[in-house]
C-alpha cells in the first residue's frame, strides 16, 4: 500500500543543502531593465499579439492551460475496436471514428505513425480492421489500396504485440502467436530482478491490466463484415514468435526469452489453479488501487483502455461504477469536432506551466491575474502521496506534479520541474507565496531524491535501467524501461540554477558529468520526449547556462555550431520524427515555429547572439499568423521513440512567444548598456 504523508516535511527530514538566499530566489524579477526601450515595432507587434492569443486560451474559471494532445490513428482504431468489444459497434461514434481514418490515409493506401511519416504495418492493420468494423467494404478502394500496402510491409504478421493482442480478443490472431503476459508477474517481489518495477510506469499502467485479459484468452464473436480472412493468404493465424522477432543469435537473451515464452504457453492451464486466482487477485487490486486519484490507470490512454478490457474480463457488470467511471475518463480524451479522434492523455499541467513562463518572460505583469490564477492552480495540483516511484527511491518523500489533471501515483520530474519553474515566475500575495515556498522546497526535495546513479534523472523511475527487459517478446513499443533523459536533466539543471544551485552542489556536479558523456560527436544531444535532437540540445544549453557554466567551452560551443549547422535558409530550424529512425536526418525537415524557439532559446543561452539568432526571430515574426499564433504541420512532441509520437498543439505558439519574449529583453538590456557607455562617455567629455 502506498503511504500517505503530511504536505509539510519538517526540516529535521530534509537531506539536501538548502540553496543559499531561498526566499530570494523564488521571488520573481518584477523589474524591466529599460521601460523607455525603442523596440523595433514588428517584435512588440508580434508579442502582443501571441501574448493576447494566449490569455484567450486559459480557463477563466479555474486558471489553466489545456490544449488539444494529438497522435496517431492507432487509438483511434483501438477505440473502434474496444466499442465492438462491449457490443457498441453500431454506435455512431464508430462511423466518426471512421471518417477520421479515412481522411488521415495515405495515398499509398497506408496510415503513419506521424503526419509526414511512411506508412507504418501496425497502423495500417489497425485502421483496415477498425473501417471494416465500421461497414466499409473490403472492396471499397480505400481497403483495397490499404490491403495491397499491408501486403508491402510484410503482411499481417509483422504487427507488433499489442496489435496482436487485440486481434486476437476476436478470433482474428490466435492467443498461441500472442507473446504470453502472464498475471503470475504480480507475485515477484520488489527485490527479485524480474519484477514489474523495473518496467516503465507506463508499461506496467498497459502489462499489469492485459495480464488479467491474457488469462482469460477471451474470444468474442468477429461480426462477418469485420472478419480478416483476406489478409491471411496461407491461412495461418500467427507464426512462431521466433520468426515475428526478425533475425537473432543462438544464444542471446532474445533466444531465452522466446524459450521462456514457450514454456509458459506449454504450462498454460496446467499449473497449479490456487497460484493463477492469487496473481489475478494481486493484479486487479494493484489496478483498482491506482484508480484512486487518477484519471484512469496513468491517467494515459493505452493504460485506461486495458483496464476496461480486464474488468470485462473479470466479469464486471454493465452498471458497475468502477466501469462506468472508466468509460466516463475514456470519453473524457475525445476531441469533439466533425469527425472524431481521441488524446492519448490530457496535458493541463505541462501546458500551464510552459504557458505561465512563456507570458512571464514576454513582459507581462508578473502579477498579472491570469498568472496569479494558473500559479494557485498549479500549487493546488502537487501530489503529496507515495507512488510507483517509492519502490525504487524509498528514501524520498513526495512533493511533485503530474502531466495531467490527476494521475497521483504518477507524478514525474519534467512536470515538476517545469512547474516549479513557472511558479517562480509569478508575484504572489500571501498566503499563495507560503503555499508556493512550502511546495517547492518538497518538489526540489523529491527531485533531488530521484536524480540516478549515472547524474542524470528520468521521468517516472529513479534507476529503471535494466536493458534486458528490452529483449522480452513483449517489449516492441520500445519504451519498456524509463532510462535517465538529457532533456529532462536539462531542465531540472534550469530550476537548480535558478534558485542557487552552481556546480559546488555535488547532485549538479554529477548532472553536468552525464551531459558531458552524452553528447554526441557533432555536438548535439539526443531529445527523449522532443523532436529531437533540436530539442535536446536547447535543453541541455538552457540548463547549462542557468548554473553558470562556463558557455565559452568547447563543447558548449560544439552545441552552438551545430545548431547554427542546420539553419534552414528561411531562418527557421526543422527536424521531424525520422530521426529517431535514422539519426542522420537530424536537423532536417521543413521549419516549424516550436522548433525554430527551441533553436533561438539554445543559441542565446549559450551567449550567441549573432545574424543566427536574428533570422530566427524574424522567421518567428514571419510565420505569425494575424491571430497571434503559428501554424505548425508535424508532430514534434514524443511519446515512444520509433513507436508513438505527440503534437501538442500549445508548442506552436507558447515557446514562440517565450522565445520573443527572451529576445525582446536582451534587446532592451543591450539598449541599457548603450545608454550607460553613452552617458560614461559624456561624463569623460565633461570632465576633459
Same mark, same amino acid.
Given at each position: 500500500?502506498?503511504?500517505?504523508?503530511?504536505?509539510?516535511?519538517?526540516?529535521?527530514?530534509?537531506?539536501?543543502?538548502?540553496?543559499?538566499?531561498?526566499?530570494?530566489?523564488?521571488?520573481?524579477?518584477?523589474?524591466?531593465?529599460?521601460?523607455?526601450?525603442?523596440?523595433?515595432?514588428?517584435?512588440?507587434?508580434?508579442?502582443?499579439?501571441? $501574448?493576447?492569443?494566449?490569455?484567450?486560451? @486559459?480557463?477563466?474559471?479555474?486558471?489553466?492551460?489545456?490544449?488539444?494532445?494529438? %497522435?496517431?490513428?492507432?487509438?483511434?482504431?483501438?477505440?473502434?475496436?474496444?466499442?465492438?468489444?462491449?457490443?457498441?459497434?453500431?454506435?455512431?461514434?464508430?462511423?466518426?471514428?471512421?471518417?477520421?481514418?479515412?481522411?488521415?490515409?495515405?495515398?499509398?493506401?497506408?496510415?503513419?505513425?506521424?503526419?509526414?511519416?511512411?506508412?507504418?504495418?501496425?497502423?495500417?492493420?489497425?485502421?483496415?480492421? &477498425?473501417?471494416?468494423?465500421?461497414?466499409?467494404?473490403?472492396?471499397?478502394? /480505400?481497403?483495397?489500396?490499404?490491403?495491397?500496402?499491408?501486403?508491402?510491409?510484410?503482411? =499481417?504478421?509483422?504487427?507488433?504485440?499489442?496489435?496482436?493482442?487485440?486481434?486476437?480478443?476476436?478470433?482474428?490472431?490466435?492467443?498461441?502467436? *500472442?507473446?504470453?503476459?502472464?498475471?503470475?508477474?504480480? =507475485?515477484?517481489?520488489?527485490?527479485?530482478?524480474?519484477?514489474?518495477?523495473?518496467?516503465?510506469?507506463?508499461?506496467?499502467?498497459?502489462?499489469?491490466?492485459?495480464?488479467?485479459?491474457?488469462? /482469460?484468452?477471451?474470444?468474442?464473436?468477429?461480426?462477418?463484415?469485420?472478419?480478416?480472412?483476406?489478409?491471411?493468404?496461407?491461412?495461418?493465424?500467427?507464426?512462431?514468435?521466433?520468426?515475428?522477432?526478425?533475425?537473432?543469435?543462438?544464444? /542471446?537473451?532474445?533466444?531465452?526469452?522466446?524459450?521462456?515464452?514457450?514454456?509458459?504457453?506449454?504450462?498454460?492451464?496446467?499449473?497449479?489453479?490456487?497460484?493463477?486466482?492469487?496473481?489475478?487477485?494481486?493484479?486487479?487490486?494493484?489496478?483498482?488501487?491506482?484508480?484512486?486519484?487518477?484519471?484512469?490507470?496513468? #491517467? =494515459?490512454?493505452?493504460?485506461?483502455?486495458?483496464?476496461?478490457?480486464?474488468?470485462?474480463?473479470?466479469?464486471?457488470?454493465?452498471?458497475?461504477?468502477?466501469?462506468?467511471?472508466?468509460?466516463?475518463?475514456?470519453?473524457?480524451?475525445?476531441?469533439?469536432?466533425?469527425?472524431?479522434?481521441? $488524446?492519448?492523455?490530457?496535458?493541463? *499541467?505541462?501546458?500551464?506551466?510552459?504557458?505561465?513562463?512563456?507570458?512571464?518572460?514576454?513582459?507581462?505583469?508578473?502579477?498579472?491575474?491570469?498568472?496569479?490564477?494558473? #500559479?494557485?492552480?498549479?500549487?493546488?495540483?502537487?501530489?503529496?502521496?507515495?507512488? +510507483?516511484?517509492?519502490?525504487?527511491?524509498?528514501?524520498?518523500?513526495?512533493?511533485?506534479? %503530474?502531466?495531467?489533471?490527476?494521475?497521483?501515483?504518477?507524478?514525474?520530474?519534467?512536470?515538476?520541474?517545469?512547474?516549479?519553474?513557472?511558479?517562480?515566475?509569478?508575484?504572489? +500575495?500571501?498566503?499563495?507565496?507560503?503555499? !508556493?515556498?512550502?511546495?517547492? @522546497?518538497?518538489?526540489?526535495?523529491?527531485?533531488?531524491?530521484?536524480?540516478?546513479?549515472?547524474?542524470?534523472?528520468?521521468?517516472?523511475?529513479?534507476?529503471?535501467?535494466?536493458?534486458?527487459?528490452?529483449?522480452?517478446?513483449?517489449?516492441?513499443?520500445?519504451?519498456?524501461?524509463?532510462?535517465?533523459?538529457?532533456?529532462?536533466?536539462?531542465?531540472?539543471?534550469?530550476?537548480?540554477?535558478?534558485?542557487?544551485?552552481?556546480?559546488?552542489?555535488?547532485?549538479?556536479?554529477?548532472?553536468?558529468?552525464?551531459?558531458?558523456?552524452?553528447?554526441?560527436? +557533432?555536438?548535439?544531444?539526443?531529445? !527523449?520526449?522532443?523532436?529531437?535532437?533540436?530539442?535536446?540540445?536547447?535543453?541541455?544549453?538552457?540548463?547549462?547556462?542557468?548554473?553558470?557554466?562556463?558557455?565559452?567551452?568547447?563543447?558548449?560551443?560544439?552545441? %552552438?555550431?551545430?545548431?547554427?549547422? *542546420?539553419?534552414?535558409?528561411?531562418?527557421?530550424?526543422?527536424?521531424?520524427?525520422?530521426?529517431?529512425?535514422?539519426?542522420?536526418?537530424?536537423?532536417?525537415?521543413?521549419?516549424?515555429?516550436?522548433?525554430?524557439?527551441?533553436?533561438?532559446?539554445?543559441?542565446?543561452?549559450?551567449?550567441?547572439?549573432?545574424?543566427?539568432?536574428?533570422?530566427?526571430?524574424? %522567421?518567428? =515574426?514571419?510565420?505569425?499568423?494575424?491571430?497571434?499564433?503559428?501554424?505548425?504541420?508535424?508532430?514534434?512532441?514524443?511519446?515512444?521513440?520509433?513507436?508513438?509520437?505527440?503534437?501538442?498543439?500549445?508548442?506552436?505558439?507558447?515557446?514562440?512567444?517565450?522565445?520573443?519574449?527572451?529576445?525582446?529583453?536582451?534587446?532592451?538590456?543591450?539598449?541599457?548598456?548603450?545608454?550607460?557607455?553613452?552617458?560614461?562617455?559624456?561624463?569623460?567629455? &565633461?570632465?576633459?
Amino acid at each position: 500500500m502506498i503511504r500517505t504523508v503530511s504536505a509539510w516535511l519538517t526540516p529535521s527530514r530534509w537531506i539536501y543543502r538548502k540553496p543559499k538566499d531561498w526566499a530570494e530566489n523564488l521571488r520573481p524579477d518584477l523589474s524591466d531593465p529599460h521601460p523607455d526601450a525603442a523596440i523595433p515595432d514588428d517584435l512588440q507587434t508580434a508579442v502582443l499579439r501571441a $501574448q493576447n492569443a494566449m490569455l484567450q486560451q @486559459q480557463n477563466k474559471e479555474e486558471g489553466f492551460w489545456c490544449g488539444r494532445l494529438r %497522435a496517431d490513428t492507432t487509438i483511434d482504431s483501438d477505440t473502434i475496436m474496444l466499442l465492438n468489444f462491449l457490443g457498441r459497434g453500431s454506435s455512431i461514434k464508430v462511423r466518426r471514428f471512421a471518417n477520421r481514418l479515412l481522411k488521415a490515409q495515405l495515398t499509398d493506401g497506408g496510415w503513419p505513425i506521424y503526419p509526414s511519416g511512411p506508412a507504418d504495418i501496425s497502423a495500417t492493420v489497425k485502421a483496415y480492421w &477498425a473501417l471494416k468494423f465500421a461497414g466499409h467494404s473490403p472492396n471499397e478502394p /480505400s481497403l483495397v489500396r490499404a490491403r495491397k500496402k499491408i501486403r508491402e510491409l510484410g503482411g =499481417i504478421h509483422k504487427v507488433n504485440t499489442y496489435t496482436k493482442f487485440y486481434l486476437a480478443l476476436f478470433g482474428q490472431y490466435d492467443w498461441d502467436g *500472442v507473446p504470453t503476459i502472464p498475471p503470475e508477474l504480480m =507475485i515477484f517481489p520488489n527485490w527479485f530482478y524480474f519484477n514489474i518495477y523495473q518496467m516503465s510506469s507506463w508499461t506496467r499502467s498497459i502489462v499489469v491490466p492485459l495480464s488479467i485479459v491474457w488469462a /482469460s484468452h477471451p474470444r468474442m464473436p468477429c461480426p462477418a463484415h469485420a472478419v480478416l480472412d483476406e489478409l491471411f493468404p496461407d491461412s495461418r493465424r500467427h507464426v512462431p514468435l521466433s520468426e515475428a522477432v526478425g533475425p537473432h543469435a543462438i544464444v /542471446s537473451w532474445t533466444n531465452f526469452f522466446l524459450w521462456w515464452d514457450r514454456g509458459l504457453k506449454f504450462v498454460e492451464g496446467n499449473g497449479p489453479h490456487w497460484i493463477r486466482i492469487w496473481a489475478l487477485r494481486l493484479a486487479e487490486d494493484w489496478v483498482l488501487e491506482r484508480l484512486q486519484g487518477s484519471d484512469g490507470l496513468g #491517467a =494515459i490512454y493505452p493504460g485506461i483502455v486495458n483496464t476496461i478490457l480486464a474488468m470485462k474480463c473479470l466479469g464486471y457488470g454493465e452498471t458497475d461504477p468502477r466501469l462506468l467511471e472508466q468509460l466516463a475518463v475514456l470519453e473524457r480524451l475525445e476531441l469533439p469536432g466533425e469527425d472524431l479522434q481521441m $488524446q492519448p492523455c490530457q496535458s493541463p *499541467v505541462w501546458d500551464t506551466a510552459i504557458s505561465v513562463i512563456a507570458l512571464a518572460e514576454s513582459g507581462l505583469d508578473r502579477n498579472h491575474p491570469a498568472l496569479v490564477r494558473a #500559479a494557485d492552480w498549479l500549487i493546488s495540483k502537487e501530489i503529496t502521496t507515495e507512488g +510507483d516511484w517509492i519502490v525504487g527511491n524509498p528514501k524520498g518523500h513526495p512533493g511533485g506534479w %503530474a502531466f495531467e489533471f490527476n494521475n497521483e501515483f504518477y507524478p514525474d520530474v519534467d512536470d515538476t520541474a517545469m512547474v516549479m519553474l513557472a511558479l517562480r515566475h509569478v508575484y504572489l +500575495d500571501e498566503p499563495l507565496t507560503v503555499l !508556493r515556498e512550502k511546495a517547492c @522546497q518538497r518538489g526540489l526535495h523529491w527531485m533531488l531524491s530521484m536524480q540516478c546513479s549515472n547524474g542524470g534523472w528520468a521521468a517516472f523511475d529513479k534507476d529503471n535501467t535494466k536493458t534486458i527487459f528490452n529483449k522480452i517478446p513483449f517489449a516492441d513499443h520500445n519504451a519498456m524501461i524509463d532510462p535517465p533523459a538529457v532533456d529532462i536533466t536539462g531542465r531540472v539543471l534550469e530550476f537548480l540554477g535558478y534558485i542557487g544551485f552552481d556546480r559546488t552542489y555535488p547532485s549538479v556536479e554529477r548532472a553536468v558529468q552525464y551531459l558531458k558523456a552524452e553528447q554526441e560527436t +557533432d555536438g548535439s544531444w539526443y531529445g !527523449r520526449w522532443g523532436v529531437n535532437y533540436v530539442y535536446g540540445t536547447w535543453q541541455v544549453l538552457r540548463g547549462l547556462a542557468a548554473i553558470d557554466e562556463d558557455m565559452s567551452l568547447p563543447y558548449i560551443c560544439r552545441a %552552438a555550431d551545430w545548431l547554427k549547422s *542546420v539553419q534552414h535558409e528561411d531562418g527557421g530550424w526543422g527536424e521531424t520524427c525520422a530521426t529517431y529512425h535514422d539519426p542522420r536526418l537530424k536537423g532536417r525537415g521543413p521549419s516549424m515555429p516550436s522548433q525554430t524557439a527551441w533553436a533561438v532559446q539554445g543559441l542565446m543561452a549559450a551567449g550567441v547572439y549573432d545574424e543566427a539568432v536574428e533570422r530566427g526571430i524574424e %522567421a518567428l =515574426i514571419r510565420t505569425q499568423r494575424e491571430d497571434g499564433t503559428w501554424d505548425e504541420a508535424d508532430f514534434t512532441g514524443t511519446g515512444f521513440p520509433k513507436v508513438f509520437y505527440l503534437e501538442y498543439t500549445m508548442y506552436r505558439n507558447n515557446f514562440p512567444l517565450q522565445t520573443l519574449g527572451t529576445y525582446l529583453r536582451m534587446v532592451k538590456e543591450s539598449q541599457r548598456a548603450a545608454l550607460r557607455m553613452g552617458l560614461a562617455g559624456s561624463l569623460s567629455e &565633461a570632465r576633459i
